[in-house]
């Protein structure tokens, strides 16, 4: 059985943005929309979320969420604004 991954709220920011959209985003759109520090930010966060399995790459280099593979995942969480929260902290 595979280890789940533990994603960073960052990766799931973007995971999330990326189930919101529903469309194919590259690394750069990414980056500038969730305002992120460069795209090399991005490309590691994307390929985080790829490698577990989220995300699936196109041929041109674009990225999409995979909205059932991580819904388990989101579960766990609640979004403040931009602040993604693990859910037990209001325990």
Do not use: C
């Amino acid at each position: 059985m595979k280890n789940k991954p533990k994603l960073t709220e960052t990766t799931l920011r973007i995971y999330t943005y990326m189930v919101l959209k529903r469309d194919w985003i590259g690394v750069r759109e990414l980056q500038r929309e969730l305002k992120l520090s460069s795209p090399g930010l991005a490309s590691y966060h994307l390929t985080k979320l790829l490698e577990a399995g989220f995300v699936e790459r196109s041929r041109d280099g674009k990225y999409r969420a995979k909205p059932e593979a991580g819904a388990e995942i989101l579960k766990g969480f609640v979004q403040l604004g931009r602040l993604i929260i693990p859910r037990y902290a209001f325990y």
